[in-house]
């Protein structure tokens, strides 16, 4: 029989067939049928069942059984907390110390804290000592009596709540393997560059160049593995492997309130060819280009234009339409910075997005005839742009549903199966991006500030406290993609060439009063150049210039017509200059009262008296027989100056001709005499 000893008694706990297939984990009938082949020693059956001795049952329930059923007696057994072993702050820094170390020791100190809470609480239950040693070591085959008692001794008088900061190992490390500096240096300039070479590809350099230089042993690949991410920051890395982009990217973003905003403050405009192989009437295959200009507010698509390519033209046209849709005008606007925006027809007259300066003499662009401000995005940053993650959920429901004609978003995602035989009809991808764009406005959004709801319920919610803003007619007529600043030629019209029309001349109405010589912005339609131009004096309207036809070169009749013309305005033009002169005041002269002029006054300042003419001097130099100048007042005599030697006049090519062979004579003559002497 197993005897236990608690609070001084000892006797031989029992359990029934219930409470041991609860230690167990068993059914109370397989306990039962255990008991009746006699596989726990002592159990007997009486009226009330099976009793079975403890002692019989396997050692880890008989523990689990002890540690639940021995409640605290002696309290003595806690350790006491020694009040003002530690300050409050020094409590704080141990425990922030702890908390930055490595999660794999901190879950060692949680393992010993519960070892050492179990150990108490069987002490503290009535077990002896060697007793709860026993069962702890049973338990735990690593943790001894000298080590339970220096747990003991470095928790003793401090707070429970502290003890896992106090027994979280302190564990040094491994010894550091020093690495030579020029080794390290080595290793990190060329780990360190964009084409992201593999470690074991530099450490194999750098130990050829280590062999080379004579810079001593290095120690193994891991630990140059280690030091890369020890002693290199992550922002560094970052930068030298992936570039500044990949950084600009990871960095912490900023976060818009767009509650901020008042409905049509702020709209926004971005263009984005399509991954789709689309058919048009020409039976030209290529992917679409759409833009789209969007409410900042409420997320809500004002107009959505497709086109071929990316134009100038079809961003103001859409831009036209989200104004007659809406029935307003921006404040502002968040534009894309490629060229089909930064042109002057729609930007003209405000900050570029290179030098953010207003150029002289600039053409006055559309939305700064309205009032509305440009905020451009930053260069190469989707981020900046709340309408890039648009983009992404509209792809998701247009781009791919067309499986054969999908392109994918790059050449490596492209479909095995993209073929331009399979693109689709530019009507049918046109139809499904609108029902697109419909379901997304009545669909909840969960973006900042939209507070539940669809955009096109948060639009007419904020539309019952919105003043509309209309664009004038002349405004929405002025969203003409092509303006030129032109002088007015002598011939009172303008003449410049259009991309695929050639010169084209417009002649403004003489009610006007423009000025020859004068420069004006003027707004062709590019599409039909017939039509009509539109003149402005900087952000004024002033009228439209018709456009000037062509006329057969023999047609005599348009040539009378045009003398006609001609001659009745100068005929208009004499009779405007003699009226003119009718409505001049005349000089005052009656008869019999001559007109009389106000006498001169200061004639001595008319009539200036000139100073007497003075008798010329005697010259100060003679010049004597000789030549030589004599000074009258020193007696000084000046030599006369020789004159330079005169220059030998050009001669011909015979006298050259023969000075040369004179020459070679007397040479000739020369060498002679020294051969005879030698």
């Not at 896992?164 to 491994?174: I, N, Q």
Request: with cysteine; hydrophobic share 35%.
């Amino acid at each position: 029989m197993n005897f236990i000893t608690l609070r001084g008694e000892s006797f031989v706990p029992t359990l029934t067939s219930e409470e041991a297939a609860h230690w167990l984990n068993k059914e109370a009938s397989s306990i039962r049928r255990a008991c009746a082949a006699g596989k726990y020693p002592g159990a007997t059956k009486n009226a009330n069942g099976w009793v079975i001795p403890l002692g019989s049952l396997p050692d880890h329930a008989q523990d689990q059984y002890l540690i639940a059923h021995h409640k605290p007696a002696l309290t003595e057994n806690l350790p006491a907390v020694r009040p003002g072993a530690l300050s409050h702050d020094e409590y704080n820094g141990i425990w922030e110390t702890y908390s930055r170390k490595p999660g794999s020791i901190q879950e060692e100190a949680r393992r010993r804290v519960g070892i050492l809470d179990e150990f108490l609480a069987m002490l503290n239950g009535g077990l002896k000592q060697i007793t709860a040693l026993n069962i702890t070591r049973n338990h735990h085959a690593d943790v001894s009596k000298a080590t339970l008692w220096r747990w003991q001794q470095k928790t003793n008088g401090h707070p429970r709540q502290y003890w896992e900061a106090l027994l979280a190992p302190e564990y040094r490390g491994r010894a550091k393997n020093e690495i030579p500096e020029a080794a390290w240096e080595f290793f990190v300039r060329y780990w360190l560059t964009q084409n992201q070479p593999d470690v074991s590809v530099i450490y194999r350099l750098t130990c050829q160049a280590a062999k080379e230089g004579g810079w001593g042993k290095l120690p193994s690949l891991k630990t140059f593995e280690r030091r890369r991410f020890t002693d290199i920051s992550e922002r560094v890395r970052i930068l030298g492997r992936e570039g500044e982009t990949a950084l600009r990217q990871k960095l912490p973003h900023q976060k818009r309130d767009y509650t901020t905003l008042r409905l049509h403050e702020l709209w926004e405009s971005d263009g984005r060819k399509a991954d789709t192989l689309c058919r048009w009437p020409d039976m030209t295959v290529f992917r679409p280009f759409v833009v789209i200009w969007r409410e900042v507010r409420t997320r809500v698509v004002l107009s959505v234009r497709i086109y071929s390519y990316a134009t100038g033209e079809l961003i103001i046209e859409s831009l036209a339409s989200a104004m007659r849709r809406s029935g307003t005008s921006p404040e502002g606007a968040v534009l894309d910075n490629g060229r089909e925006y930064a042109n002057k027809p729609l930007t003209g007259g405000q900050k570029t997005r290179y030098r953010f300066t207003v150029k002289e003499n600039e053409p006055v662009g559309i939305l700064t005839r309205i009032g509305a401000k440009v905020h451009w995005t930053t260069p190469y940053h989707g981020a900046a742009k709340p309408i890039e993650s648009f983009w992404g959920k509209l792809a998701k429901v247009t781009d791919i549903l067309f499986p054969k004609a999908y392109t994918g978003r790059n050449t490596v995602e492209r479909p095995e199966n993209c073929d331009p035989k399979n693109a689709i009809p530019i009507e049918e991808f046109a139809a499904k991006l609108i029902e697109a764009i419909e379901v997304y406005h009545n669909t909840p959004h969960g973006g900042h500030g939209m507070l539940g709801k669809s955009p096109m319920e948060l639009y007419e919610e904020l539309s019952k406290s919105y003043t509309p803003k209309p664009c004038a007619d002349e405004h929405l007529r002025a969203c003409r993609p092509l303006v030129k600043r032109l002088k007015l030629r002598d011939q009172y019209n303008f003449e410049f060439k259009i991309d695929g029309f050639g010169l084209v001349t417009y002649v403004p109405d003489e009610s006007l009063n423009l000025k020859r010589g004068w420069e004006y912005d003027v707004l062709p339609d590019n599409a039909n150049p017939k039509v009509a131009a539109l003149i402005y004096d900087g952000e004024k309207y002033l009228g439209e210039a018709r456009y000037q036809e062509h006329i057969p070169f023999l047609d005599t009749n348009a040539g009378k017509e045009t003398m006609r013309n001609r001659n009745g305005t100068m005929k208009r033009t004499r009779a405007d200059l003699k009226a003119a002169k009718g409505q001049q005041a005349a000089i005052p002269f009656a008869p019999g009262n001559p007109l009389e002029l106000s006498a001169l006054h200061g004639m001595d300042a008319v009539i200036k008296q000139l100073p007497a003419l003075q008798e010329a001097a005697a010259p100060r130099y003679v010049e004597l027989s000789n030549g030589d100048l004599s000074d009258t007042h020193t007696g000084e005599i000046t030599p006369k100056v020789k004159p330079k030697t005169p220059v030998k006049p050009k001669q011909s090519a015979e006298e050259i001709e023969a000075e040369l062979e004179q020459l070679a004579a007397q040479s000739a003559k020369r060498n002679a005499s020294k051969l005879k002497y030698y």
